[in-house]
């Protein structure tokens, strides 16, 4: 077994704090990744501090890792030592099912194994997120992070990037729609970017009007305050496609309301309440209300490429692991633009 430094919450009500665990050794089809930076998400918090129910303690959170190979199994084929590499939010699935092979392996019909607070295949030993110094994979779960790209900037990509690509790829967003983008966030943030990026005409909309600068900054070109009740009149029937990143309460039916005929609105936030939606809200114009949940493993890939070839990346503030509680605080208070992400060198050095 190989020790390596990490950060975990030994209980719901306890800050992270220095531990170690242990990886297992690299089998034929696994890579060492020693982790140079991870990102911080929201529910990062959110399962340290067990909001959700079923948290798995001592926790090390951790799921948009970004590191470099140093060593590789005897089958592995597709990474070598020296290689840029990421790991996102799966670590592993049955890899058989029929959901696996449609390359959707987050929803794996056996359940994935997640990359922490999770447990590996054989429903016994725990998972261990980025929050630490090195982790082993199965290649097919690890990704080929760009030379071009940022590793720190690159390292959101592997949940927030995909999360918001995803969506945007499923719905066709093209030259010339029409794409509002609900809420300002980490989430939000690369919403703007990429439907920009594909050629989209970009609405951001949002309770705050201090977000437009950093909106029309990230390529926004429009803006508008859904408080402002004028707003919803004079959008509605505008967009072609919304993204809603926003895990606070709010009307979707209000929201629908803006879409075109035949439009789509994509929930990626998830509010903690479930919300009603009126039937004519989608009758009336054909409209669809779809979820999206992160990508599987060609998808992600496919992301980090395009990410690479059209110069994307999270815009970041760089912390020290001795930091995180106070980020945790931060994230809670939105003083974040727009994502934490650990500088991994701040721990000591692995042992092996």
Not at 94 to 104: F, I, T, Y
Not at 152 to 164: D, V, Y
Request: charged fraction near 20%; charge should be negative; glycine fraction near 10%.
């Amino acid at each position: 077994m190989l020790k390596t430094p990490a950060y975990a919450a030994a209980h719901a009500h306890a800050p992270l704090a220095p531990f170690t665990i242990e990886r297992r050794e690299p089998g034929p089809h696994d890579v060492l990744i020693d982790i140079l930076y991870c990102g911080v998400c929201h529910s990062d918090l959110h399962q340290a501090r067990d909001e959700w129910g079923g948290a798995i303690f001592p926790m090390v959170p951790g799921h948009e890792i970004v590191g470099r190979v140093t060593r590789v199994g005897a089958k592995v084929t597709k990474l070598a030592v020296g290689d840029l590499a990421g790991v996102g939010c799966v670590v592993d699935s049955c890899r058989e099912c029929d959901v696996c092979r449609r390359d959707l392996e987050q929803f794996c019909e056996k359940g994935s194994a997640l990359t922490y607070n999770s447990t590996e295949m054989d429903r016994k030993t725990p998972t261990y997120g980025g929050y630490s110094r090195q982790i082993v994979v199965a290649e097919r779960f690890a990704l080929k992070v760009p030379d071009g790209l940022d590793p720190a900037g690159a390292a959101p990509l592997l949940c927030a990037g995909i999360t918001t690509y995803s969506p945007l790829r499923q719905w066709n967003c093209k030259q010339g729609d029409r794409v509002a983008v609900v809420g300002l966030g980490g989430l939000g943030h690369m919403a703007v970017k990429l439907a920009v990026s594909m050629g989209a005409e970009v609405t951001l909309l949002s309770t705050s009007p201090a977000k437009e600068a950093d909106a029309r900054r990230l390529g926004a070109h429009a803006f508008a305050v859904t408080k402002d009740e004028a707003t919803f009149t004079k959008l509605a029937g505008r967009f072609d496609l919304i993204i809603d990143t926003v895990s606070a309460p709010h009307d979707y039916n209000r929201y629908l309301g803006l879409l075109r005929v035949t439009g789509t609105m994509v929930l990626v936030g998830a509010p903690p309440e479930p919300a009603p939606v009126g039937a004519f809200a989608l009758i009336w114009g054909n409209k669809r209300l779809v979820g999206s949940g992160i990508g599987g493993l060609a998808e992600t890939q496919e992301m980090l490429d395009y990410c690479a070839a059209h110069g994307i990346v999270s815009d970041v503030e760089i912390i020290p692991i001795q930091r995180i509680n106070e980020a945790y605080e931060r994230l809670l208070a939105g003083d974040v633009r727009y994502r934490f992400v650990i500088d991994m060198a701040s721990l000591a050095a692995p042992t092996t």
